[in-house]
């Protein structure tokens, strides 16, 4: 699923994660996630404060919608009682309903629910000092915006940062740190290290793209055993160490020996994206379907068989 940010209105970008995307403010971004096996949830916010939580449920099997409903209803009886004032939201898009309420402290609480087919989402919009009109136009373009994603491939683009890749792989791990976001993926004891790193022109000053690369590879303590180098233009090769000739531990733990290892500069995003898959062989890497939206690639051709 390629970045549809034509499709945006101005001021929008493109949040994708875990399966469903949606378009939010250009000064909203990812404040926290929880990832479990029953409801999870994402939070945005802008530079003041919180402005969306978003849950969502997925299930095999049709989601019970009047249930979650009633839970709703539940939630906006307290909003009420706590001197809300309640008022359901008309024209929203198919398959939504939308009630806002009005805090006596003049915020406003937007909620809004999707049942969907398998996979529930609930959202809270938060409105410091906006109008209602404003209110309702962007729970409404928010609304409009949410996709569930399809194809084959899993987009997640967060911060100025996007990948693509096979839906197999669950996020395991995150760090985001100013200047440096880092998500790791899992699949059977398989994992993908996604990098993005901004200032590209300050850290390729006078340094190439792969020799840079190296270096921060070769400084990372999870991945230990291998001493990595460039290789061809945008690909780095892992070689054996040799203390390490039958394999560093961690390797023969899952089984892993394999590496394929591709970076690429993003003039437009002045960006460094580096990728690292550590596998077993040439089916993970169809199975991966790995692509940089950002850097021009996208999912239409096959994935080219890597070695170590």
Not at 159 to 186: I, N, W
Request: with cysteine; net charge positive.
């Amino acid at each position: 699923m390629p970045l549809d940010s034509a499709a945006l209105p101005d001021g929008f970008h493109r949040f994708a994660w875990d399966g469903f995307s949606l378009g939010v403010p250009d000064d909203w971004n990812l404040s926290d996630y929880r990832m479990d096996r029953r409801m999870c949830s994402v939070r945005m916010e802008d530079d003041t404060s919180v402005r969306l939580d978003l849950d969502y449920l997925r299930s095999p099997r049709p989601i019970d919608a009047d249930a979650v409903l009633k839970r709703c209803a539940g939630m906006t009886g307290a909003l009420d009682q706590a001197g809300a004032h309640t008022t359901p939201l008309a024209d929203m898009p198919e398959g939504w309903s939308a009630w806002l309420h009005a805090m006596p402290d003049k915020r406003i609480l937007a909620t809004a629910f999707r049942p969907g087919r398998g996979l529930a989402v609930f959202m809270r919009m938060h409105f410091e000092a906006a109008s209602r009109r404003e209110c309702e136009r962007l729970v409404r373009l928010v609304a409009s915006g949410f996709a569930e994603q399809g194809g084959g491939v899993a987009l997640w683009s967060v911060y100025d940062g996007a990948v693509e890749l096979s839906p197999d792989y669950r996020l395991a791990e995150t760090s985001f740190q100013a200047g440096r976001k880092c998500m790791v993926f899992h699949w059977r004891l398989r994992r993908l290290f996604f990098w993005f790193f901004s200032l590209a022109d300050m850290a390729l000053r006078d340094k190439a793209l792969e020799a840079w690369c190296a270096d921060f590879l070769n400084k990372h303590k999870d991945l230990q055993g291998r001493r990595f180098e460039p290789d061809t233009p945008g690909r780095l090769r892992a070689v054996r160490m040799k203390r390490h000739a039958l394999g560093h531990m961690d390797e023969i733990g899952r089984l892993c020996f394999r590496y394929r290892i591709e970076c690429r500069r993003v003039p437009a995003k002045n960006q460094i994206l580096l990728a690292l898959f550590h596998h077993r062989g040439a089916a993970d890497l169809k199975r991966l379907a790995l692509r940089f939206p950002d850097a021009g690639e996208t999912s239409d051709a096959p994935a080219e068989p890597g070695g170590q």
